[in-house]
């Protein structure tokens, strides 16, 4: 007998296709601002002429707004609804995004990482909502078949919003150096910022006009309810019951070891790889820009291994693909550290393939039997986001010492990422068995 064909889309006669469209517009649109905002810690330091370290603020501001609402938001999408959650994290995300006009006004470095902030408490929203909500779009035997096609527009997102970060930011920027910067009277410099902040705000300001459009697309069309319509809200004692659970404590700890590592290969790769070509005569914004072409081929590498990946999963258990992954991530790291020329750049693109199923398969992992406690637990895993906040600038306060007994910083200050891939390499070793 033929096996009868599940919709993917059609659940009892109603259709969720615009609902879906709408809602995995918002996964491409979270992808657009991680990756536009990883090249602005360059970009910021040299406009605001600050060092690295206080240039990777903008990652402290940016990843503090997930940290800061992963349990608000998912507390209050427990109480109303997923469309509740979209909608206040659309809303934030605009604020945010339209708030870089008066802070250009300013001329002022910290109203943008407040503008960071708000932007992305939006996004820690969205997140929150949005898989789940993906989920209840059809019947339960096609959910994860929808949610891996959602995800898929994630990295789309990712590098659209690279490419928009070289071509209409850092390649427009003034061509002035770092030294040349440094050089200027204090009227020059202001007019040089000031010019610098018009050409990065704009990328910003239209996006906050798109998730505008997006939002009252969504206010005013209908969509699907909670499955779960318990308003119930247990919060305490449901953290107390999973964080005894060490499969999902130890993968809160994981993700925020992999989220850091992600981060700081990500953020990174423009000065390491500015300092090999300006070894090689090229002017600074074009070793900036050169830097950000090889971060573009990192994502593209990124979303083939993802493919890749969930092919072997077929034949591989989650927590030993994990333990391969970072095993491999860490030993390309090591040529990171020990090359000190192209190929160190070709070292740290190639850890890109290895990171690429790391979220995913630390979150299934981490989320397994949870039943509805996965919940709050989903929170908690986005909220190990803030392993984006913490360990960049540590990374940086390396790299602003320029030179170790005559080694270039910035290639030891991968030691960091390392130590992260270590660390989610013993979370897979654990997991290898019971995953």
């Known amino acids: 007998m033929e096996k009868k064909k599940i919709p993917l889309l059609h659940r009892d006669g109603v259709s969720y296709v615009l609902p879906f469209v709408l809602i995995t517009a918002c996964f491409a649109l979270w992808g657009f601002a991680n990756d536009i905002t990883n090249p602005m810690v360059k970009a910021f330091a040299k406009i605001f002429r600050t060092t690295t370290t206080e240039g990777s603020l903008v990652q402290v501001a940016f990843y503090g707004g997930y940290f800061a609402m992963a349990f608000p938001a998912a507390v209050f999408i427990r109480k109303y609804s997923y469309k509740a959650g979209i909608l206040l994290g659309l809303a934030l995300y605009a604020v945010g995004a339209l708030l870089f006009f008066p802070a250009r006004l300013t001329g002022n470095f910290y109203p943008f990482l407040m503008a960071y902030f708000i932007l992305t408490c939006g996004l820690s929203f969205l997140e929150t909502s949005a898989n789940p909500y993906i989920l209840s779009m059809g019947s339960e035997e096609t959910s994860t078949q929808r949610l891996n096609f959602a995800q898929s527009f994630n990295p789309i997102g990712s590098l659209f919003g690279m490419y928009v970060a070289m071509e209409f930011i850092q390649s427009r920027l003034s061509p002035l150096d770092t030294a040349g910067r440094a050089a200027l009277t204090d009227a020059e410099f202001a007019r040089v910022r000031d010019a610098d902040l018009t050409v990065l705000i704009r990328p910003y300001l239209l996006i906050g006009l798109v998730i505008i459009a997006l939002f009252l697309l969504i206010r005013f069309v209908k969509m699907p309810a909670n499955a779960d319509q318990s308003h119930k809200v247990d919060f305490l ?73 969930t092919f072997l999963l077929r034949y591989l258990n989650p927590g030993k693909l994990l333990l391969i992954l970072a095993v491999a991530g860490g030993v390309f790291t090591l040529g990171v550290i020990g090359f000190t020329n192209v190929f160190g750049l070709y070292c740290l693109v190639a850890v890109s393939g290895c990171m690429s199923l ?27 986001i803030l392993g984006g906040s913490v360990l960049p600038p540590l990374q940086a306060a390396v790299i602003d010492r320029r030179e170790f007994f005559g080694f270039p910083a910035v290639n030891l200050s991968f030691a960091l990422p390392l130590i992260c891939f270590a660390v989610v390499a013993l979370y897979g070793y654990r997991t290898r068995r019971s995953a």
């Open 237 to 309: 004692p449901t953290l107390r019951r999973i964080f005894r659970i060490p499969r999902y404590r130890d993968g809160v700890i994981a993700q925020f070891f992999y989220i850091g590592a992600q981060i700081m290969c990500w953020t990174f790769i423009i000065q390491y790889g500015t300092r090999i070509f300006l070894g090689q005569g090229m002017d600074e914004r074009a070793a900036e820009v050169l830097s950000q072409q090889y971060n573009i081929t990192a994502m593209v590498l990124f979303c083939a291994s993802r493919f890749i990946c």
């Open 358 to 384: 790391m979220f995913p398969t630390i979150y299934g992992i981490a989320l397994k039997g949870l039943g509805d406690d996965a919940k709050f637990g989903a929170a908690g895993l986005i909220m190990a």
